[in-house]
């Protein structure tokens, strides 16, 4: 009898389920995947690949791994250089644009964050950077369009990119890369249900001091 029960024992503890992950932990992921990008360690597939198994997770084990072969101080040491601090949310706060069965709009001459939420159900968002500040040069936008529709729209010599996932409707980023190395990166990442989600360029728009204004930021 004894000789039975042990191997029942040993077999119990098997393999941990592991702690569930949170959406922060999520976004932590996410935002280490997309400033590798805008260096230039993953290429846009890799980034994609990667992202689609971040919001595919369940445990912060499943999370780790996509991150393993990338230098973790260095996703770090970019928003200590503009002067932002954390470690949860190392891009800084986030802005919020929601739009529930109404519409909500930023443009204009405005100074954009470093990372941008917006929420469309039954509703449209409307975000133009074609007359924005960038404080900084990596500027993440979280969209999510549930029967609505969030639309970006970005200057010409800037770089635009992104990853995300229509479900019975459409997930559409234009890609751009700037001839300026230090041009603003834009990223655009979420997925659209039954709806819509937009970013591309508005053609003839274009940042003119683009040199003097990053040199401000960037020292």
């Known amino acids: 009898m004894d000789l039975q029960k042990q191997p029942q024992q040993s077999a119990a503890p098997a393999q941990p389920v592991g702690i569930r992950a949170s959406d922060a932990d999520r976004d932590r992921i996410a935002d280490i995947l997309r400033e590798a990008m805008a260096e230039g360690r993953l290429t846009a597939d890799e980034h994609a690949e990667r992202v689609d198994a971040v919001y595919r997770a369940k445990t912060v084990g499943e999370l780790e791994p996509l991150i393993q072969d ?32 109404s519409s909500s709009t930023r443009k204009g001459r405005w100074r954009v964050g470093s990372r941008t939420n917006a929420f469309a159900l039954f509703g449209s968002v409307e975000i133009d950077l074609t007359e924005a500040l960038f404080g900084q040069r990596l500027t993440v936008i979280n969209a999510t369009s549930v029967f609505g529709s969030v639309e970006v729209k970005v ?52 940042i003119a001091d683009l040199q003097d204004r990053l040199r401000k930021y960037l020292g």
Request: aromatic share 8%.
């Open 70 to 101: 990338l230098p973790a101080p260095a996703g770090a040491a970019r928003p200590a250089a503009h002067g932002v601090q954390g470690h949860e949310s190392p891009t800084g706060p986030a802005d919020n644009l929601v739009a529930i069965f």
């Open 155 to 206: 200057p010409e010599n800037i770089s635009l990119r992104g990853s995300g996932t229509g479900v019975f409707g459409n997930f559409e980023v234009a890609t751009l890369e700037s001839a300026d190395p230090q041009a603003p990166v834009v990223v655009v990442n979420g997925y659209s249900v039954f709806g819509s989600v937009e970013a591309k360029p508005k053609r003839g728009k274009f």
